[in-house]
């Protein structure tokens, strides 16, 4: 199971999935993307989060799996974790696929594998049709970068607890198009914002989320960005 959630914590971030739901039912700016959660959401988690003044870099962190220190968050997309939907017997990439592609169905004798269907890139709102393109193009983006949580903190967690953060289908991972995953990498939102604007507080939500329910800090210049893509967030009425 995910690390136990603060009660404030919990409630908030159950309400920003719940959010990307009924969002359609609320007013919403003309330059805010389908759901983006309702403003007063995302300020209360940017009054939750923690904020601390810089991210200092701690030594050890690796993803790759070779080496004395390797492999800091386990083998990458793990079904064997303490993440939520873990141990299905798919990846969890194929997790992430299966709920992101719309119009997608097990391969035939590959339960795990999806046929077809398409992607609507949450950073861009770019449409990808995997039946076209094949799924190499796509890629699963940590929202809340590794390397960035290793260093303001899971470099003190347990192996387990790492492992969970880096395969949470729920509160940390989306499938996007290769090119831009390529360009966040390891980015936070100081100096990463998805390309179109109106993504802004779709994504401040998401990155906020998995911050709270994590503890996680954020430092303060990318609390700064994050409360102005807030400012793009619908008003809930």
């Known amino acids: 199971m995910v690390p136990p959630l603060a009660p404030r914590a919990l409630a908030l971030a159950s309400a920003v999935l719940v959010a990307a739901i009924v969002v359609t039912h609320l007013g919403r700016p003309p330059d805010s993307a389908p759901g983006s959660p309702p403003r007063e959401v995302v300020l209360a988690l940017l009054e939750t989060v923690r904020v601390v003044d810089a991210r200092e870099p701690v030594p050890g962190y690796d993803r790759e799996c070779t080496g004395a220190s390797a492999c800091v968050f386990g083998p990458a997309w793990s079904d064997t974790t303490e993440a939520p ?25 590959s339960p795990c594998e999806r046929a077809g269907g398409v992607l609507v890139d949450p950073y861009t709102g770019r449409t990808v049709d995997v039946g076209v393109t ?45 090119a831009v995953n390529t360009g966040k990498s390891d980015s936070t ?23 709270t329910v994590y503890g996680l800090p954020v430092t303060r210049s ?15 009425r």
């Open 85 to 109: 939907g873990s141990g299905n017997g798919c990846s969890t990439r194929h997790d992430v696929l299966a709920r992101d592609l719309r119009g997608g169905t097990p391969a035939p004798g």
């Open 189 to 211: 939102p100081a100096d990463w914002l998805p390309p179109d604007p109106g993504r802004h507080c779709f994504y401040a939500s998401r990155y906020l989320t998995a911050a």
């Open 222 to 236: 990318d609390h700064e960005a994050l409360a102005d893509a807030a400012r793009r967030c619908p008003a809930a």
């Open 134 to 178: 094949g799924l190499r193009g796509i890629h699963v983006d940590h929202v809340y970068p590794l390397s960035a949580a290793w260093d303001l903190g899971a470099w003190a967690w347990s192996p387990s607890r790492r492992a969970a953060f880096a395969n949470d289908v729920d509160h940390n991972l989306l499938a996007v198009t290769a």
